[in-house]
């Protein structure tokens, strides 16, 4: 059993906020990666923004204020260059991002980096390649995130579900494209078809609050596009979305080239729901083109492909049991054994 240290300073979450959900990707991943590494019998000990001490599922969580061990086999540091110094006697030090690698490229980042060597924890080939081969390491690797049990576990629709579309993404990242295009390429189509939006500031903690007034009109679009299939809806749980996934038959979204893992087209893969999106980030590595579903950079192929796995059960079920045979066997516990691996 080794000693495990993690630190975040970042959104307030707690050991409780995965289950209550919903939570952004960075603390779902962060929270996941702590539990996985308790079930596999390592003593967690976990400090970040969180308001009370407790001690869930094997983990201790709490506040950065009450202090930080001075040892630990591992350290695992999150995305802040000031937790990079702390617990000076860890065996061995990681730095885990998140976001594309080009905000490390500041004076306060790389002289922590090059004077600590952090092995820099990537969750994709994309977001390892955002940052330049010249910047100082301690070694770097790609983990990619592991995907919840929720939807690993999740039981396979048995028909092709009717045609809806989902999207689960923050809403400045492609929402308003993607309402054009529905409006103007897809529903005339299949006026039968309806997207339903799960997507929200509350996702994103004071982040949310914060740029509220940005998303907000994003959203008034969406509403005002009711009668042409679009119905908005709250973020949910991750066991909730799995039971929307499982309803629904296809996710779109453009992607965006902030997007290093992106747990929602990797969750509706793991689901068997096919996906269809933009070729940007990371979302080759997420959906095999032409197999679990398509990468398609062109508006009128983006609708055309969309329409198809609306319409197509055939096309539909070769999709979805190819997503099913693919795209559900890592999860959280194949990441933890990655992580294990850098002791």
């Keep these: 059993m080794a000693h495990i240290v993690m630190t975040d300073d970042g959104l307030r979450f707690d050991a409780r906020s995965l289950a209550q959900g919903p939570l952004g990707g960075a603390e779902t991943a962060f929270a996941s990666l702590a539990f996985a590494l308790a079930r596999r019998g390592h003593q967690v000990t976990v400090r970040n923004?969180?308001?009370?001490?407790?001690?869930?599922?094997?983990?201790?969580?709490?506040p950065?204020?009450?202090?930080?061990?001075?040892?630990?086999?591992?350290y695992i540091?999150?995305?802040?260059?000031?937790?990079?110094?702390?617990?000076?006697?860890?065996?061995?030090?990681l730095f885990w991002i998140h976001n594309p690698a080009r905000y490390l490229l500041k004076w306060r980042?790389?002289?922590?980096?090059?004077?600590?060597?952090?092995?820099?924890?990537f969750s994709s080939l994309y977001h390892a390649d955002t940052y330049p081969a010249w910047a100082p390491d301690g070694g770097r690797v790609v983990i990619p995130f592991g995907i919840s049990r929720a939807f690993l576990d999740s039981e396979p629709a048995d028909e092709p579900p009717p045609p809806r579309a989902l999207f689960v993404s923050n809403p400045m990242r492609g929402l308003d494209?993607?309402?054009?295009?529905?409006?103007?390429?897809?529903?005339?189509?299949?006026?039968?078809?309806?997207?339903h939006v799960f997507s929200g500031p509350a996702v994103y903690g004071a982040y949310g609050v914060a740029k509220a007034k940005e998303m907000e009109p994003i959203l008034d679009y969406a509403r005002q596009l009711a009668d042409r299939g679009v119905v908005l809806r709250a973020p949910v749980s991750k066991s909730v979305l799995?039971?929307?996934?499982?309803?629904?038959?296809?996710?779109?979204?453009?992607?965006?080239k902030e997007e290093t893992f992106c747990f929602a087209v990797a969750e509706a893969q793991a689901t068997g729901m096919p996906a269809v999106v933009g070729p940007f980030g990371?979302?080759?590595?997420?959906?095999?083109?032409?197999?679990?579903?398509?990468?398609?950079?062109?508006?009128?192929?983006?609708?055309?492909?969309?329409?198809?796995?609306l319409s197509d059960d055939r096309l539909w079920r070769r999709?979805?049991?190819r997503a099913l045979e693919r795209q559900r066997s890592w999860g959280w516990d194949e990441a933890a054994s990655a992580f294990e691996k850098l002791i």
Aim: aromatic share 6%; hydrophobic share 45%; glycine share 4%.
């Design 177 to 195: 494209w993607l309402l054009t295009l529905w409006a103007q390429r897809i529903h005339p189509r299949l006026p039968t078809a309806e997207l």
């Design 77 to 93: 540091a999150n995305r802040a260059h000031s937790l990079l110094p702390m617990v000076p006697r860890a065996r061995r030090r």
């Design 49 to 62: 923004r969180c308001n009370e001490t407790l001690n869930e599922e094997g983990v201790d969580w709490a």
């Design 319 to 321: 999709m979805s049991r």
């Design 64 to 74: 950065l204020e009450a202090g930080v061990p001075q040892s630990a086999d591992l």
């Design 109 to 121: 980042y790389l002289s922590k980096i090059f004077r600590l060597k952090p092995v820099v924890v």
């Design 242 to 256: 799995a039971d929307e996934m499982r309803a629904a038959r296809v996710l779109v979204y453009r992607g965006d």
């Design 282 to 309: 990371c979302m080759a590595e997420r959906v095999a083109d032409g197999e679990t579903g398509f990468v398609e950079g062109d508006d009128r192929l983006f609708a055309d492909k969309t329409i198809a796995l």
